[in-house]
T-cell receptor
């Protein structure tokens, strides 16, 4: 089935450790996005990529890093520089034209 | 991208129509209006989008005012499963490699009551 997959669903890490969240899509979409969502809040854009080997900062990029080596994959690394990393992270992808974005089911990261 | 404004919360009785408003007074001529919804702890789900004309699909109807400065999402017969956060966003439909940001606001929490 075509879709966008995030893994793992739940992730626990110790404070000070870097952690990488996976996002894979088989929809042949060029654009991919990472969002952070805190309890009771909307989605805030972290990074986005419009094409392989290219990405741009969103509204809250500090403490995060990404790569886009393959069209299908857009991993997000939460670094130790992120002051408050515990959150729900969502990945999305989008194709050309007036098409909708498809979202993964999210990864809930808890840093202890 | 044009900014959108939505009420923070709304209630609706089960079986009645839910009408969710969105203001996008700075929308540009080439920007589409999209609606998504997010059920608790899941990824947002696409509902519908439109440019100028009203649109209808199996989930909802979208009414866009003639000046395009506001729109209304209509769930014709709301059920308890429609309880969710509804997001209205505006976005240019582009081709090539120019996709740009996809920015969400706070959305409207719709609660459907029995």
């Amino acid at each position: 089935d075509g879709g966008i997959t995030q893994s793992p669903k739940y992730l626990f890490r110790k404070e000070g450790q870097n952690v990488t969240l996976s996002c894979e899509q088989n929809l042949n979409h060029d654009a991919m996005y990472w969002y952070r969502q805190d309890p009771g809040q909307g989605l805030r854009l972290i990074y986005y990529s419009q094409i392989v080997n290219d990405f741009q900062k969103g509204d809250i990029a500090e403490g995060y890093s990404v790569s886009r080596e393959k069209k299908e994959s857009f991993p997000l690394t939460v670094t130790s520089a992120q002051k408050n990393p515990t959150a729900f992270y969502l990945c999305a992808s989008r194709g050309q034209g007036a098409t909708e974005a498809f979202f993964g089911q999210g990864t809930r990261l808890t840093v202890v | 991208d044009a900014k959108t404004t939505q009420p923070p919360s709304m209630d609706c009785a089960e079986g009645r129509a839910a009408n969710l408003p969105c203001n996008h007074s700075t929308i540009s001529g080439n920007e589409y209006v999209y609606w998504y919804r997010q059920i608790h702890s899941q990824g947002p789900q696409y509902i519908i989008h439109g440019l100028k004309n009203n649109e209808t699909n199996e989930m909802a109807s979208l009414i866009i005012t003639e000046d395009r400065k506001s729109s209304t999402l209509i769930l014709p017969h709301a059920t308890l499963r429609d309880t969710a956060v509804y997001y209205c966003i505006v976005r240019v439909a582009v081709g090539g490699t120019s996709y740009g940001k996809l920015t969400f606001g706070q959305g409207t929490i719709l609660t459907v009551h029995p």
